[in-house]
């Protein structure tokens, strides 16, 4: 059974910084490529980034190419995503998953619990 456990989210003005993680099983995070998505209230979920699984390529939606990098340890089995240079546009509830790179789309049905990022102006 898949296991995806988001952390690392918070209050942060601005032009700030955060790191959040994922922890996911160790069958999902060998044989997948892995991304973060976002959902902000009242909109639907969107994707943000995908690495695959060597980690050699790594692909951003357009809104964060530049500010965001998505990275991923194999020892840990985690996956994360640093995020600076903050917007209040980037609010949101953020959730990993396995990733089809052609689609853009998660994989599994079932999400994890995400973790809240919050902007302030």
């Known amino acids: 059974q898949v296991q995806l456990v988001e952390s690392g989210g918070g209050l942060v003005q601005a032009g700030g910084s955060l790191r959040v993680s994922c922890a996911t099983s160790?069958?999902?995070?060998?044989?997948?490529?892995m991304g973060w998505f976002r959902q902000a209230p009242g909109k639907e979920r969107e994707f943000v980034a995908y690495i695959v699984v060597s980690g050699a390529r790594r692909y951003y939606a357009d809104s964060v190419k530049g500010r965001f990098t998505i990275s991923r340890d194999t020892a840990k089995n985690t996956v994360y995503l640093q995020m600076n240079s903050l917007k209040p546009e980037d609010t949101a509830v953020y959730y990993c998953?396995?990733?089809?790179?052609?689609?853009?789309?998660?994989?599994?049905?079932?999400w994890g619990q995400g973790t809240q990022v919050t902007v302030t102006s």
């Open positions: 998953n396995a990733v089809d790179t052609l689609s853009k789309r998660p994989i599994y049905d079932r």
């Open positions: 160790g069958r999902t995070f060998t044989s997948y490529t």
